[in-house]
Nanobody, 111 residues
Framework: QVQLVESGGGSVQPGGSLRLSCAASGSMSRLYSMAWYRQAPGKQREFVASVTVGNMTNYADSVKGRFTISRDGAKNTVILQMNSLKPDDTAVYYC?????WGQGTQVTVSS
């Protein structure tokens, strides 16, 4: 069983930055890739970025060049650094590992 606890998020103006963090715990948590997804109101949940145990990364086209995902193996934490935020980035962001999901954290980009 993997448990995921997210932190970060909040409200920011367009062009601003936010940092999301997800801490994983559980006996198997160091064996899996970690990812971020997001869900905007009235839309389906979509993939944002992922990082493997070997630190290979993958990004959705909509966030490439603006978001950076990284993994701290010692702390078993994944970070999503979000820069140059746009109103379209407004959503609830979820951390995901294997079959587990975090509780979600709200990101709002608005002037």
């Amino acid at each position: 069983q993997v448990q995921l606890v997210e932190s970060g998020g909040g409200s920011v103006q367009p062009g601003g930055s936010l940092r999301l963090s997800c801490a994983a715990s559980g006996s198997m948590s160091r064996l899996y890739s970690m990812a971020w997804y997001r869900q905007a109101p009235g839309k389906q949940r979509e993939f944002v970025a992922s990082v493997t145990v070997g630190n290979m990364t993958n990004y959705a086209d909509s966030v490439k060049g603006r978001f950076t995902i990284s993994r701290d193996g010692a702390k078993n934490t994944v970070i999503l650094q979000m820069n140059s935020l746009k109103p379209d980035d407004t959503a609830v962001y979820y951390c995901q590992m294997f079959l587990s999901w975090g509780q979600g954290t709200q990101v709002t980009v608005s002037s």
